[in-house]
């Protein structure tokens, strides 16, 4: 009995530390990264657009919160309370932080961002945590 | 008398496409925070996202925002959010759509603040529900069209379950607030 005892003792000495730092870790659980992440689809702002049009739903599960590469036509960038959003031809980019960028309009850049929506407002593709990688500079 | 025909046709049509074009706003950076608070935790999740074209001629209102634009605090929150409350993989979009009523004359043309009610249907995962909320536009010096709206959420409302562990910290009436920067729709 007092050897079973022990026994709990000990486990419980490993086991709720061992829990606590757990319960930790995962409350404490780092946001996403996209910048640093692997792309899983890399392809034109039209070609994606092109997908969310023919099949929303099928897109849908293909590409939401998934990182991309896209490249489309730069047209405009539009900036409202610290948040700046690059508008492609074909796709809206929020930007990860509120760094201006100087692009001209009409001329092609590539973006790394994550999907979060087709935008039937607008018909294009919303993505977020977006990123210029330097092959653009 | 063809000549003229054409002429009179052409001439409604580019007023009708102008009348249009000017009486349009639109913001593709719209803000949305919620705030659920109880005694034993508050929430708090901002996205900067929200789409949104408004006629002013007509009052007719749309929006929308995607729910996988939301940040929280903690990503564990975020994660919970997104798979066990709105699922956003199959829901990835709130939507509203309605019309502005404004109490009295709005003049975008004239600084400063004026009343309105939202009235329409409010869509979130997957659910509809007619809304009547009060808003704020007010038309700043510069002749920017700013429109503020904080409305009440119930998650049961939408069949948003959350789980008997956590009802504790999650508010039965989640505070919504929505500010938009309208811009005129060149397009």
């Given at each position: ?8 003792g ?18 404490n ?12 689809f ?16 099928a897109?849908?599960?293909k ?12 047209l ?5 309370y ?21 692009l001209?309009a ?13 935008d039937?407002?607008f018909?294009?593709?919303r ?11 | 008398m ?10 409604t049509?580019s ?29 708090e ?7 949104s ?6 009052g007719?209102?749309?929006?929308g925002?995607p ?15 997104n798979e ?10 709130a ?32 659910i ?5 909320e ?10 920017n ?7 009440h ?17 999650i ?17």
């Open positions: 009995m007092k050897k079973a005892l022990q026994i709990i000990i486990l419980l000495v490993i086991a709720v530390p061992a829990g606590i730092f757990g319960a930790y870790a995962l409350w659980k780092e946001h996403r990264d996209v910048a640093s992440e692997k792309v899983a890399e392809m034109t702002a039209d070609e994606l657009l092109n997908e969310f049009e023919k099949d929303e739903e897109a849908n599960e590409y939401i919160d998934k990182a991309v590469l896209i490249t489309g036509e730069y405009e960038t539009e900036n409202d610290g948040a700046v959003t690059l508008i492609l031809k074909g796709a809206a980019c929020s930007m990860a932080d509120s760094t201006e960028i100087s001209e009409g001329q092609q850049v590539t973006v790394k961002g994550r999907v979060t929506s087709y039937d407002l018909g294009d593709i993505l977020d945590d977006c990123t210029i990688p330097n092959k653009n500079k | 063809i000549l003229f025909r054409t002429l009179l046709l052409l001439a049509v007023a009708f496409f102008t009348a249009n074009a000017q009486s349009k706003y639109y913001t593709r950076d719209g803000r949305v925070s919620f705030f659920s608070s109880t005694p034993m935790e508050d929430i999740a901002l996205s900067n996202d929200a789409s074209v408004f006629d002013i001629k007509t007719k209102v749309e929006f925002v729910m996988k634009s939301f940040t929280f605090e903690k990503a564990l929150m975020q994660e919970h959010f066990d409350y709105v699922e956003s993989d199959k829901f990835p979009k939507k509203f759509k309605g019309i502005f009523e404004f109490e009295g004359d709005f003049d975008p043309a004239k600084a400063g603040e004026y009343k309105v009610i939202a009235k329409g249907k409010f869509t979130l995962h997957g509809t529900q007619e809304i009547t009060k808003g704020t536009f007010t038309v700043s010096d510069e002749g069209l700013f429109a503020v709206c904080v409305f959420v119930k998650p049961a409302d939408y069949d948003i379950e959350i789980p008997s562990t956590v009802r504790d910290k508010a039965k009436t989640v505070e919504v607030t929505i500010k938009m920067n309208y811009k005129p729709l060149k397009r």
